[in-house]
């Protein structure tokens, strides 16, 4: 069965970065989809990043983060990271990992299509 464990949440400065990061146990093979979503209160909740795992290249952004936030993965220690530079009290949301297990040929931003998601990790950005 395919667990994630998200960590590295906080209370930062606007401008500051923090690393989050998801740990994923269970996964068989390569050919599937991790990506990031979040939820601020009152709203629905939104994606943010994903990667395809077995194409690291192939990522794909929010608008309202491209080019702050970069998602990688560490494929030795099965975690992907998200790099989140230049934060906003905007991005302040519980953040969440999710796995969609089949590669579908591309990255979806629809968390219907996720079938794994950890627990959250809270992301608070104080102006």
């Known amino acids: 069965q395919v667990q994630v464990s998200e960590s590295g949440g906080g209370l930062v400065q606007a401008g500051d970065s923090l690393r989050l990061s998801c740990a994923a146990s269970g996964t068989t093979g390569n050919r599937f989809i991790m990506s990031w979503f979040r939820q601020a209160p009152g709203k629905k909740r939104e994606f943010v990043a994903g990667?395809?795992?077995?194409?690291?290249?192939?990522?794909d952004y929010n608008d309202s983060v491209k080019g702050r936030f970069t998602i990688s993965r560490d494929s030795a220690n099965n975690v992907v990271h998200l790099q989140m530079d230049s934060l906003k009290p905007a991005d302040t949301a519980v953040y969440y990992c999710a796995v969609q297990l089949k590669d579908s040929g591309a990255i979806n931003t629809a968390e219907r299509r996720y079938g794994v998601w950890g627990q959250g990790t809270q992301v608070t950005v104080a102006s």
């Open positions: 990667i395809r795992w077995w194409l690291m290249s192939n990522t």
